[in-house]
C-alpha cells in the first residue's frame, strides 16, 4: 500500500513518530485476534516500521521531536492508550500483512 511505504534499517523504526522496537510490536500483535490468521507474518522490522508510520499518521501529537532529542519516545505498543495500540497492531496492520 502506497501511503505506507518508508525504508527502515535495523531492527527499529525510526522516524517522526519515534522508536518502535519490532519484537515488542510482534509480540503485541500475537496477543489480538487477527494475528492467527496471517499465513505468513512480516518479520519485526515491518511490524515496528509500519506501526509508526500509522501511529504518526494517527495520532502526530503522542510524539513530538526537539532538535536536542525526542520527547515521549514509545518504544512499546503497550505503553499506547489501549485504544490506539488495538486499532494498529490488532486490526490495521493484521489487515494490512494479510492482504
Known sequence: AGGLSRSTAGSDALGEYGRLCGQKCVDFARTGPLYGSLHDPPAAERWAE??????HA???ELCKETREET???VDDPAQLDAATAARVFH?????????
Open 91 to 99: 486490526l490495521y496492520l493484521p489487515v494490512y500483512f494479510w492482504c
Open 58 to 60: 494517527l495520532s502526530p
Open 71 to 73: 520527547a515521549n519516545v
Open 50 to 55: 509500519k506501526g509508526a508510520l500509522l501511529l
